[in-house]
């Protein structure tokens, strides 16, 4: 069950350095060996000011943990059907973001399955001058399981 | 060697990128994303766990499907840079999945010197069944010489390009636009300089749903530009 009363909750501002190594292992993991994630020279050549991050690499500001602590219940027990990001410019390596989360709505919603909870998580990045540099927003369904 | 470009005016509605296919999705990987994430959900990594409650097998976490877009999209992109992405997964990813992640362009647009391409995109799994399916937008500058300028501080080039989308809407009752854009008859007060807004501005953007390409293209099929070769 998610906690209703959770709608607004928000997490304070986390600083999250984007490394280069981070990027790199990001996008190993993915197997993607474009060299703008691993060649500052080239990714300046194509445009950004440093090695950039992938595009889904704010995933990874967001640990799966605090979101028992946002909406109640463990990563595990949800399901993540929607997300998207909105950037304001590339993240790049260097960036020193300032990351909060928010639990923007936590509704039932009727799906083919039947009733399901749903919850969705606005995250937002700023620079340490405060520029917007991302949005993001998750839309989880709590996953039905066996689990007691 | 400097990185080949994309340019706005090169792109069109409907053109679509190469399909892309990935190497089997295996625990290592899992291992490795569960890192780079730093998110143990152990529903992705812990074997045992995951069977404890009735799953087959670890699960893999939808955005590494996501990734794969990502991928997809940057290596067509060629410095174009993602300005929105949005995916929403439809089916779940196990190890030994192997995706197939196409995409096409869905629209375009420019204004204030700024331009933007949208794609839809896709991954399917051996099975041909959908996985995730999103849309990216991306910005990219309108050709070689718009590049340049930006470069040397200049201004852009300003081409207003309207959602090609809404070209495309089902014939408007109006009467088609006349195409005097080019010659404006001499009597005519200045007033008409501006670009006339496309009457269908206000119709909702209609997404052409992307009907699977009956098949896939093959990969690395880029030929290579053949000099016509001239025996001297």
Known sequence: MLDRSAVGRTTPPTLNEVERGAIRRFAEALGDYNPIYFDGEYARASGFSNVAAPPSFPISFASG???RELVGVPSRSLLLGEVSFEYERPIVAGDRLLVTSRVAEIADRTGPAGRVEVAVIEDEGRDEEGHLVFRARRSYVVR????? | MPPRKLYFENLRIGDELPAMAKAPIDRVQLARYAAA???YNPLNIDELQAKAIGMPSVVAPSTLGLGFLGQLVTDWARGGQVRR???RFTRMLWPGDTLVCKGRVSDRWG????????LDVWAENQKGELVVRGTVALKVFYSFEDE??????QPPLIVNVPRESLLHAPPAPAP???STAS???KGKPAASKKPAKKATRSAPKKKAAPKKPAKPKKTGARKPAKSSKRKK
């Open chain 1, 65 to 67: 943990s605090d979101l």
């Open chain 2, 148 to 153: 340049t300028r930006f470069r040397t501080g």
């Open chain 2, 37 to 39: 994430t730093n998110d």
């Open chain 2, 85 to 87: 992405a949005s995916a």
């Open chain 1, 144 to 148: 039905a399981t066996r689990e007691s």
């Open chain 2, 111 to 118: 204004e204030g010197g700024r331009y933007f391409v949208e």
């Open chain 2, 183 to 185: 010659k404006p008859p």
């Open chain 2, 176 to 178: 088609a636009p006349s």
